[in-house]
């Protein structure tokens, strides 16, 4: 390895070209890091979505003193992918960077192109669907829903889904019909829950959890931060419980439903 590279990758000041030279090197066939190596698109790809949630926790729970770290894993990621791609002769990073940055001077027309910026939020965000539908058009897969990821979480592809379908047109027209529905599936679970196998139950919840999905779109709210917001509310609770019990010499599996729930109200009504 030549001296530039080494004097590279030992300089702290050394920025995005310093993670590309290290990315190269650890992957490098004869001298790189043996695991590195033996990693493909498939095998990171789990890690690179761990990466993301850690973001997303850290900015949930104001750690701004982790965000940063938690953007640089993240960076790896897309530096990782990338070097992959280069190997492969797909694309590299630069590729990478000038796609997202060509995409970006397209979508917004109003700030790079001729297009006015006079116009609210909620308009920019109507042309930037209507170039996204333009964009798709001309791909090999135009049908509505065909580039919905899979691989979403499921919450999360469920209201990406139904905003698809609601573009054009499919879609209830007031938030009544919603919860209607709501109202309608949760029956079905009911019935099914008595009379029909295990399988018929499961695609019954998955009903019910896809309207609430789309309940949450009507209101403009965001299912999957509702739901990670309710599971940190229930986690706060809970610890407060097992700190009232642990006072009292005792453990939750010592106590009993009455008491936890007393326990609950308790935590509910000191604001946690």
């Not at 694309?91 to 700030?111: Q, Y």
Request: proline share 5%; glycine share 6%.
């Amino acid at each position: 390895m030549n001296d530039t590279s080494d004097t590279l990758v030992q300089d702290p000041e050394g920025g995005l070209p310093r993670l590309l030279e290290i990315m190269r090197r650890l992957r490098d066939p004869e001298t790189g890091c043996p695991w590195d190596i033996e990693q493909s698109f498939q095998t990171i790809a789990p890690y690179t979505i761990e990466e993301a949630y850690e973001v997303a926790d850290a900015i949930d729970r104001n750690a701004w003193g982790e965000l940063e770290g938690e953007l640089g894993d993240l960076l790896l990621q897309v530096v990782y992918h990338a070097e992959i791609g280069a190997e492969r002769g797909l694309f590299d990073f630069g590729s990478v960077a000038n796609a997202i940055s060509d995409k970006m001077v397209a979508r917004h027309p109003h700030v790079f192109g001729s297009e006015s910026r006079d116009k609210s939020a909620e308009q920019q965000t109507r042309d930037w669907e209507q170039i996204k539908a333009a964009e798709r058009a001309g791909r090999a897969k135009p049908g509505v829903l065909d580039d919905v990821a899979l691989n979403l979480p499921a919450l999360m592809r469920a209201e990406k889904l139904q905003k698809r379908a609601a573009r054009v047109g499919f879609d209830w027209p007031h938030i009544g019909h919603v919860v209607a529905k709501i109202a309608e599936e949760a029956g079905e679970l009911a019935e099914a829950r008595d009379h029909l196998p295990p399988e018929k139950i499961a695609e019954e919840m998955g009903d019910l959890l896809f309207v609430m999905a789309n309940l949450s779109r009507h209101l403009k709210v965001d299912p999957e931060q509702a739901l990670r917001g309710a599971n940190a509310k229930f986690t706060r609770r809970f610890a407060y419980i097992e700190a009232a019990l642990a006072e009292a010499g005792k453990r939750p599996a010592d106590s009993d439903l009455d008491e936890m729930d007393a326990l609950w109200d308790a935590a509910k009504r000191a604001g946690l």
